[in-house]
Every structure is written in C-alpha cells, then in structure tokens.
C-alpha cells in the first residue's frame, strides 16, 4: 500500500504533467542511472503524451556522446557522473528529440552512481539532475542515501520536483 510520501510524489508528478500540457509545453529526457525511471513515471499520468516527446537511455557513457552530444573531452576527464554531464545531456535530449524540427520546451536529465560501488571517484549516491529550457541549462547536484533501488527512487522524484520548480510550481 502507498504511504503518505509516495501519494505526494505522485501528486507532483500528475501537477507537473498536467501544468505541461496545460501550458503546451513538451519534454524530453535523457537517463543514465535511473534507467527509464524517470519517463515512465511521467507517463503514468493520463494525457501526459502530449507532453513527453520521449527518452533516452544512455546508461554506456560512449551513448552519452554519440546520441545527445556530450562532448566526449569532458566524459574522458571527467566521467559520466559530473554536473557539466547532467547540463548536456538535458540540453541534447531537448534537441536530439526533437519533432517535427522543433526541440522539446524542457530537458531532463540524471547521472549518478547508485551502487553498489563507486564510479569514477564519485561515492555512492553522488547524482546530478540536469534541466534545459530555451532560458538556460542548469544542474542540481545530490548526495543520497540508501540502497540502489532507493537512490534510482530518490533521483525520480527529485527529478519531477525540479521539472515543478522550474514551472514554478513549487514542491510538495
């Protein structure tokens, strides 16, 4: 049975969809450690294919660079867990899935490590959310708790917040 956090953070997620697409806004979204979490939990929400133009799952770092254009400099020294990773994975998943020539409103993306190791000298839990619009692109860095399951869990619905603060709708 659902508790009181996960009836909230599907709350915000039906308000983020819906304000979407009550505004006529689409989105796109690159994922690296949540795996397509975090476009099936936006299209749950009934109607949300007028929003969600799709995803991209990139979980090998070479994918990062060949399908959204991550400068492939940066993920060599670097590495994919990195907030510059986070900015251009969003802001290729806006371009890259572009319909009809016209780029997604909004971009999203994730990069982190879950576990059960560390990556790239990044601990446990270190995880960037990336969001792009046509005003700019920015990243949230995050270091999270848990298991595997929670983090990827942890990330998703941070994810859905950041998309609702960037609509200005604020948080739970």
């Not at 371009?95 to 190791?117: C, F, I, N, Y």
């Amino acid at each position: 049975m659902p508790g009181p956090d996960d009836v909230a953070a599907a709350d915000l997620t039906f308000r983020t969809v819906r304000a979407l697409a009550d505004r006529g806004l689409t989105l796109a979204t690159a994922e690296s450690l949540t795996g397509g979490g975090l476009t099936a939990e936006l299209t749950r929400v009934p109607g949300a294919s007028a929003v969600v133009l799709g995803g991209a799952v990139v979980y090998a770092t070479e994918l990062k660079h060949s399908l959204l254009g991550v400068d492939s400099a940066l993920l060599e020294r670097e590495g994919p867990v990195h907030p510059e990773v986070a900015r251009q994975l969003a802001a290729g998943a806006r371009a890259r899935l572009a319909v009809g020539g016209r780029a997604a409103d909004l971009g999203v993306s994730t990069t982190g490590v879950a576990g059960p190791d560390p990556q790239g000298g990044r601990a446990v839990g270190t995880v960037f959310i990336g969001i792009a619009s046509a005003s700019g692109v920015h990243a949230v860095e995050l270091h999270l708790g848990g298991d595997r399951q929670s983090i990827r869990a942890q990330t998703v619905a941070r994810a859905v917040l950041e998309l609702a603060v960037e609509l200005g709708l604020g948080g739970l």
